[in-house]
């Protein structure tokens, strides 16, 4: 019987560990986890979700409070479409990040940012140029283009000189996605180097409709390997979500994917951004107190745990701090939601606003619990304590036991 450590993903002339470990938004992905990937020879991601913030948190730097000093006076006013990002502090936020990150990185491995294209910042195609350009200049081994059909996306970078040097791919969730990208993107002769294929158990923002359960990710994979092979592209597939043991992971390496991508298993890693009072809600949670909602401004069903405290709170936008989300004129489906709570109830000091969330503010206090599918399950991949908590994992363990575990198991800590 095989096991995830008899296979390798060959990415240009490299040959990793198949094991990628997702990009996680906002710094659930740190960099500690992402380098502890790419220590064990697999591939780690860093997000830029809320890159200022992130700074701002790893290296005391204060690009959120210099860009709420700037724009103060409009926090009161629900025309939300003056608020810019300064694109020089966006660049210099993402060079730090991914920078220091690479200076840190040791062993074979290599480390990835996720990049979504969702987060339209009020400018969406200035704003994603800055953070691509900014990670390639930075060293990045790679970009992992997210949360989006991302048709622009390679265009923007096409003239930087490590155009053609860094691995970039792209996730999808349909054969349909990722034929529009190869269509769009032709004309640059440059396929991507790996396609992430992410089925509808993932944790986060998904790319179905309130119909994900419909949706196999086993079939996609085979509906788009089969379609490349008609089509004589040799693209490497990378399918995630829901491969919760070494062997789900073996068994689609089995069947031609070159890596799995993985993350519910490495949220309650030591290693992982979220605090432990949230990873110990991760470990109790069972399978009926997860859910798919329609709450994230971006328009994207998410997956969380139904006691986030993200859901139902009604706090007032803060785009003048954050406003990642803002459209192109400054639109966010959350503004739109709390003003009209507002206006139903003048007298109420705090109103509860219960179809949007603001996502910018819960994700950066790690109040929206997302989450993959079968979270309910960490709790059988460690051991509980005397107090009655679980044992926080160290992210080497989990690795590890994606490469070498056989027969549906999963070890326990020692
Ligand atoms: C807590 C959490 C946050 C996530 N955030 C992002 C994100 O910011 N961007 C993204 O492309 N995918 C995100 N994902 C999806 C993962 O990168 C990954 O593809 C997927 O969750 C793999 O499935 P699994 O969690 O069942 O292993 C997130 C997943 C989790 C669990």
């Not at 490299?14 to 997702?22: A, C, N, Q, S």
């Not at 390639?136 to 923007?156: E, K, P, Q, Y």
């Not at 993350?263 to 110990?280: I, K, M, S």
């Not at 069972?286 to 329609?294: C, R």
Request: with cysteine.
């Amino acid at each position: 019987m095989k096991c995830v450590d008899d296979f390798r993903l060959k990415l240009g002339d490299r040959e990793l560990v198949p094991i990628v470990i997702g990009g996680m938004g906002v710094d659930i992905s740190t960099a500690e986890l992402a380098l502890e990937a790419a220590r064990l020879g697999g591939i780690g991601h860093i997000s830029d979700a809320m890159v200022p913030t992130v700074s701002d948190r790893r290296f005391k730097t204060s690009f959120v409070k210099d860009k709420l000093k700037l724009h103060k006076y409009n926090v009161a006013n629900s025309d939300k479409s003056s608020v810019r990002f300064d694109l020089g502090h966006l660049a210099e936020a993402t060079r730090l990040h991914v920078g220091r990150t690479m200076d840190e990185k040791r062993g074979d491995g290599m480390i990835f940012i996720n990049c979504m294209e969702k987060l339209t910042m009020n400018a969406p195609k200035e704003t994603l140029r800055v953070r691509l350009t900014a990670a390639l200049d930075a060293g990045i081994d790679g970009i992992t283009l997210a949360a989006g059909l991302h048709l622009g996306s390679f265009a923007l970078i096409e003239d930087h000189p490590r155009f053609r040097q860094v691995q970039l791919g792209i996730i999808v969730s349909s054969l349909r996605a990722l034929q529009l990208f190869l269509r769009k993107n032709a004309r640059l002769n440059r396929l991507p180097d790996f396609v992430v294929i992410e089925g509808p158990l993932a944790g986060g923002h998904l790319g179905f409709g309130m119909d994900w359960a419909k949706y196999d990710l086993g079939a996609i994979v085979v509906e788009i390997q089969d379609w490349l092979k008609a089509e004589g592209l040799n693209i490497p597939l990378i399918p995630a979500g829901g491969i919760f043991t070494g062997s789900d992971a073996t068994g689609f390496l089995e069947h031609g994917a070159a890596a799995v991508q993985v993350a519910t298993r490495f949220t309650v890693a030591r290693e992982c951004g979220l605090p432990e009072d949230v990873q110990q809600q991760y470990f109790t949670a069972n399978e009926e107190d997860i859910e798919v909602n329609g709450i994230s401004p971006t328009g994207y069903p998410m997956r969380m745990l139904k006691n986030s405290p993200a859901i139902g709170d009604g706090i007032r936008p803060n785009c003048e701090a954050f406003g990642y989300l803002l459209d192109s004129s400054g639109r966010c489906d959350y503004i739109e939601a709390y003003n009209r709570e507002v206006a139903a109830h003048p007298e109420a000091r705090k109103v509860a606003v219960i179809d949007k969330t603001c996502l910018c503010t819960h994700m950066r206090n790690f109040e929206c619990w997302t989450c993959g599918h079968y979270t309910y399950r960490l709790k059988d991949t460690t051991r509980q304590r005397a107090d009655g908590g679980y044992e926080i994992l160290s992210a080497e363990h989990i690795f590890r036991d994606y490469q070498f575990s056989k027969d549906g198991k999963i070890a326990l800590p020692k």
